[in-house]
């Protein structure tokens, strides 16, 4: 049975230069490692299972590796995922949102502006959505994505999004809101 400690202490070299070969940056590299040993800590009972320890944390090294990649090509920091202290928006401000939201909705085309308001703004589920339609539900996912890029785009032009400690702040930049 290997439990993390012992884990780390007999394959961090190992990770380490696997991770660095893979990343090419030291910082990046050990906040791989450290994430990979944390995720160990969480799996013990996994860890103390398997067979082969250091096959099993090359699996979650790479998919830590993945995670670390997809972050970066979202333009999100590292940890963002754990940020959840944004304070709501206020009755007004969120009015405010929904005032310049709607119009930009609307001029999306039907089908990706369907696909948006079915999901995102009445919650449905897309399964429900490609059913309803008789289609697939990769086509759904396809036009709520798209919808939503399109979204961030008239979003983007027409409207003032700024993060304060208030909250988000969004003003119209002219009047296509």
Known sequence: MTTPEA???AFKDQLSRYISKRLG???DADDILQEVFLRAARNEEKLGEVEKPLA???TVTNSVIVDHFRKKARGLPQGAEEIEDIPAPSASRAQDFVRCLLPLVNT????YRDAVVYVDIKGGAQNAL???RGVAIST???QVQRGRKMLKV???ECCHVEMTEAGVDLSPKGDCC
């Open 7 to 9: 884990a780390f202490v």
């Open 25 to 27: 940056t030291t910082q």
């Open 56 to 58: 099993w944390l090359f």
């Open 108 to 111: 999306l085309p039907d089908k």
């Open 130 to 132: 490609a059913k309803e």
């Open 140 to 142: 759904v996912k396809s």
């Open 154 to 156: 008239a979003i983007i």
